[in-house]
């Protein structure tokens, strides 16, 4: 059912996708566009406490990434380790440090190649490489637990390459049956469904949200702020979301959700306890929330109401998209959409899992499916299939297509491979093309590899790559189904 509440959570600013252009690992995904796979609702550990665990699995506790960089000759290889980190029981710092070795080896190997002899004046040329700024980053994140349902964060970094830097403050209160969040960030980073990243110079939000209900209603609230011209970081870009774009934004969002049981084997205990030479033992599942095999389906119904004051309302004649180079592209007039100050909408999810094992014993004991099918919009639904019906009886003519009026199928499969490494893929399906053609395709996948740790009762190192945007890291992930 989590993975269902993306419908929702997609309208607002605050969610989470995995990332390696920033060292705490996270970009927004940007809200009335489709969500990029492996966005989560659900807050993730901070990437400076996952890289503390994953250290002590990988050698002098460096944790590998690829992630593309605008000076190609950096390379998209890094090693991030957290140098320093100092806890107490309500309080929490860490300082994580970044290294990019290619660079660093091709000067290193010039040097050697090119000199005549390795002489002392040749061995202080190889050290000064070492003091090449662009080969390193550097990020500090805090956590401080104000009372028992209060605490603030706060983060900034530092890429050696870049002129400026990244800065992230959160303040998250736990009420009794909501949610309240007061985010900024300066400036904050975006992520469009086409993996083209947008920076906006100040993101700052206030969030409500409720709690899931036993009826299963659930609402948020939300007031957010843009201020800058949004930038796009990639080589080339589009016109510029219009969510992104400079104005203050207050929007209300509920849904209603259902699940149920098609059918379930039920875990009882006497299939946790074996007979061993030793006596009765604990024989435990990799991941608790995956023990139990079965059967269900789920759906969610539910509508938006959003209102802008100021900024622009125009992404086209008006604006122009800064590229990561410093050039400006200009906005093709015939491109341009408006931003209306008012708006009021429904969305739609259904999904369905179907589960066989119980990923207890080392193999051919876990095989899962999980299928999701979201109506992002449904005026642009409705506006789309009317199009597809006059395409039928009438010759085709030239529009342009809206990214939310196709529904949008994700697929997650899982199998084991041995033991508890699973092998995952990630899966987006439209059923239009970019071109107007109302043909199926494949938007983007994800493949990904996971260790379960099983005294951690549901949690996993998992690494991903993302062939669409040459991005893969390792995580650390808890009760993610």
Not at 141 to 148: H, Y
Not at 375 to 390: D, P, Q, R, T, W
Request: glycine share 8%; charged share 20%.
């Amino acid at each position: 059912m989590g993975n269902l509440r993306l419908a929702m959570d997609a309208g607002f600013w605050d969610l989470n996708v995995p990332s390696t252009q920033t060292l705490d690992g996270s970009a927004r995904s940007i809200p009335g566009e489709p969500v990029p796979l492996g966005a989560s609702s659900v807050r993730r550990t901070l990437r400076p406490q996952q890289l503390s665990l994953l250290g002590n699995g990988f050698p002098l506790g460096l944790i590998p990434s690829i992630s593309p960089t605008s000076p190609k000759e950096l390379g998209s290889f890094s090693l991030q380790s957290l140098l320093v980190k100092y806890a107490t029981p309500k309080w929490w710092v860490g300082l994580v440090g970044q290294l990019r070795p290619k660079k660093l080896i091709s000067s290193i190997k010039a040097e050697v190649v090119g000199g005549d002899e390795l002489e002392l004046p040749a061995f202080k040329d190889i050290g000064k490489h070492f003091l090449d700024k662009s080969l390193y980053s550097l990020g500090l994140c805090s956590q401080i637990s104000l009372t028992p349902a209060s605490s603030l964060f706060f983060s900034t970094e530092a890429h050696g390459e870049k002129e400026s830097r990244r800065s992230k403050a959160m303040f998250f209160h736990k009420l009794r049956h909501h949610d309240l969040t007061l985010e900024a960030a300066w400036p904050d980073l975006f992520i469009d469904s086409k993996g083209t990243y947008w920076d906006v110079p100040v993101s700052v939000s206030l969030d409500l949200a409720s709690l899931v209900s036993e009826s299963g209603l659930r609402y948020r609230f939300g007031i957010h702020k843009n201020s800058g011209h949004p930038r796009a970081l990639n080589a080339s870009c589009g016109d510029i979301p219009l969510t992104l774009m400079p104005g203050l934004c207050a929007k209300a969002a509920f849904s209603y959700e259902k699940s149920r049981d098609i059918w379930r084997q039920k875990e009882k205990k006497k299939d946790m306890i074996v007979e061993t030479a030793k006596g009765r033992a604990w024989w435990l599942s990799y991941d608790t929330r995956l023990q139990e095999p079965h059967a269900a389906i789920s759906g969610l119904v539910g509508g938006t109401c959003t209102a802008w004051l100021g900024g622009g309302v125009n992404s086209g004649a008006d604006s122009k998209a800064e590229l990561g180079n410093e050039e400006v592209a200009s906005i093709p007039t015939s491109n341009s959409k408006k931003r209306y100050p008012y708006n009021a909408d429904l969305f739609g999810s259904v999904g369905y899992t179907l589960q066989h094992g119980k990923f207890r014993k080392d193999f051919l004991d876990l095989t899962r499916i999980d299928a999701r099918l979201d109506i992002s919009s449904a005026s642009a639904f409705v506006k789309g299939a009317s199009h597809l019906v006059m395409d039928v009886f009438k010759r085709p003519g030239k529009r342009e297509m809206n990214p939310l009026a196709s529904p949008r199928l994700n697929v997650i499969l899982q199998q084991q491979v041995a033991g508890p490494i699973v092998f995952r893929v990630d899966s987006g399906l439209s059923f239009a093309s970019p071109s107007g053609r109302h043909v199926p395709h494949v938007e983007d996948i994800v493949y990904s590899l996971s260790y379960s740790l099983r005294l951690l009762k549901s949690g996993k190192v998992l690494f991903w790559y993302s062939p669409k945007r040459k991005e893969g890291m390792v995580e650390l992930r808890l009760f993610e189904f």
